[in-house]
């Protein structure tokens, strides 16, 4: 085993580890956006009495566009971050297996070495896709009703003016 091998892998498990912790910042600072934007219809959903249905409805049209487009960017920023996530996982294991002193040193990372199982990524990730993918259908939605909010507010201006 030379130094320089055991160096790059310590590099690559280094990136590996931001990686992760990166792709669950991302989540929360998308999950806190959405969730105040959604907060935001709410409260604008509450004000029908109060405004006027033009403006109420490009305002629920504003916030539909704004969070399709956040959610769309949450779910990339997701698949994404586990592509490059995986990609430094499967350099490290490249490295230890070509390297037949470093894979008899680091045996848990095989599945023949390992005392425990290791739990199954793609679980987190259909979580990491699901939720964005949720808001996304939430925020196209809200579109739509806005849409058809401005739809007939605007037949109402045009056949009962006044």
Same mark, same amino acid.
């Given at each position: 085993?030379?130094?320089?091998t055991?160096?790059?892998?310590?590099m690559?498990?280094?990136?590996? !580890?931001?990686e992760?912790?990166r792709i669950?910042?991302?989540f929360?600072?998308m %999950? +806190?956006s959405?969730t105040?934007?959604? *907060? /935001?219809?709410?409260?604008?959903?509450?004000?029908?009495?109060?405004?006027?249905?033009?403006?109420?409805?490009?305002?629920?049209?504003?916030?539909?566009i704004?969070?399709a487009?956040?959610?769309?960017?949450?779910?990339?920023?997701?698949?994404?971050?586990?592509?490059y996530?995986k990609?430094?996982?499967? !350099?490290?294991d490249?490295?230890?297996k070509?390297?037949p002193?470093?894979?008899? %040193? +680091?045996?848990?990372?095989?599945s023949? *070495? /390992?005392?425990?199982?290791?739990?199954?990524i793609?679980n987190v990730?259909?979580?990491y896709c699901?939720?964005?993918?949720?808001?996304?259908?939430?925020?196209?939605g809200?579109?739509f009703?806005?849409?058809?909010l401005l739809?007939?507010?605007?037949?109402?201006?045009?056949?009962m003016?006044?």
């Amino acid at each position: 085993m030379e130094a320089n091998t055991l160096e790059v892998l310590k590099m690559l498990a280094t990136i590996a !580890d931001n990686e992760s912790d990166r792709i669950l910042q991302r989540f929360n600072y998308m %999950l +806190i956006s959405s969730t105040g934007l959604a *907060g /935001a219809f709410s409260w604008l959903n509450e004000q029908q009495g109060r405004l006027r249905p033009m403006s109420l409805g490009w305002l629920m049209l504003f916030l539909g566009i704004m969070g399709a487009l956040l959610a769309v960017a949450w779910l990339l920023s997701m698949i994404l971050g586990r592509f490059y996530e995986k990609r430094w996982f499967l !350099d490290m294991d490249e490295i230890i297996k070509n390297d037949p002193e470093l894979k008899s %040193l +680091i045996r848990a990372r095989s599945s023949e *070495g /390992a005392r425990i199982v290791r739990p199954n990524i793609s679980n987190v990730l259909v979580l990491y896709c699901l939720i964005p993918s949720g808001f996304l259908l939430f925020w196209l939605g809200v579109c739509f009703v806005s849409a058809r909010l401005l739809f007939e507010a605007d037949c109402r201006q045009l056949y009962m003016p006044g």
